[in-house]
């Protein structure tokens, strides 16, 4: 129905009218959720223009619609252009700096995506001292932590990341969350790489025993919240057996494994690197 109205609206009174672009930008909410990227990226080609000609609030709006079109169509850099518009408009936001972080990350430019989930961090404090509505200081810290792991700063890796389950755990308030599962998974495997490292008997033991538990909770948090034969829950099974065959208890790490290779190797999105990922741990174990 709001398609259909978009569609008069826009025969009748072209693109560049108040009543034209409102139900357009209603009828972009609807496709973006729903992943109609073409549909979206075919119209906007036309409204930005006069949404940055308008200026103000809709020049905002119009922009930030683009970049989430193809940010979602993988088109990091002409995200990434699109995102420092809007910062040259309305300066740094936790949110924008968090989208910046996510995109820089996503072309491997970790440097830059450190910097901006910094300073998204920097910006939630001021706008939690404003009162503003806070954002999402765990996503943050989550994407924070995994830009940390993979320049090899593990420790500070786990920190950001322990905070950020901490935080998930909270807003979940006693309830499953798959939230809590994925922050786990990266504890799990930040412990095993700083276990790995570690000299001393004792404490490699205890980095490898706690991976054990994080994973044996992600299994459960992932079944319930998102399936048994999730792809989540099959990745968490991965990991699952990757702790335990680090701490010898080979018949369990196996049966991890074998469940995982058994989702994995049926699942609809069939991916052969990650079923030769856990073929080899299995075959290995």
Not at 8 to 14: D, I, P, T, V, Y
Not at 147 to 174: P, Y
Not at 249 to 277: N, T
Request: hydrophobic content about 40%; aromatic content about 8%; glycine content about 8%.
């Amino acid at each position: 129905r709001l398609e259909k109205l978009f569609g008069e609206q826009r025969a009748s009174k072209g693109l560049d009218d108040d009543e034209t672009l409102q139900t357009f930008f209603k009828l972009f909410d609807m496709w973006i959720q729903l992943y109609r990227l073409n549909k979206c990226a075919e119209v906007l080609e036309e409204v930005v223009p006069i949404c940055r000609r308008r200026g103000g609030q809709l020049h905002i709006q119009g922009v930030q619609a683009l970049a989430f079109t193809v940010w979602k169509q993988s088109k990091f850099k002409q995200a990434l252009e699109l995102f420092h518009e809007i910062e040259d408009l309305v300066g740094s936001s936790s949110a924008l700096c968090e989208n910046m972080g996510h995109t820089y990350s996503s072309m491997g430019d970790y440097e830059e995506a450190g910097k901006y989930f910094r300073r998204s961090l920097t910006c939630l404090d001021h706008e939690e001292k404003l009162g503003k509505k806070s954002g999402d200081r765990a996503g943050v810290l989550l994407g924070l932590g995994l830009i940390e792991d993979r320049q090899g700063n593990f420790e500070r890796a786990l920190v950001a990341v322990r905070e950020s389950q901490r935080l998930f755990r909270e807003r979940a308030a006693g309830k499953p969350a798959s939230l809590v599962a994925k922050a786990g998974m990266s504890i799990a495997k930040i412990l095993l790489k700083l276990a790995a490292m570690e000299a001393d008997p004792a404490k490699r033991a205890a980095m490898e025993e706690e991976a054990v538990e994080r994973e044996e909770e992600n299994v459960a948090l992932f079944e319930v919240t998102c399936g048994h034969d999730s792809p989540l829950t099959a990745s968490a099974l991965k990991g699952l057996g990757e702790a335990l065959s680090r701490r010898k208890r080979l018949p369990e790490a196996a049966a991890a494994l074998a469940k995982s290779y058994l989702f994995e190797a049926s699942k609809d999105a069939f991916d052969l690197l990650a079923v030769m990922e856990v073929h080899n741990l299995l075959f290995g174990v």
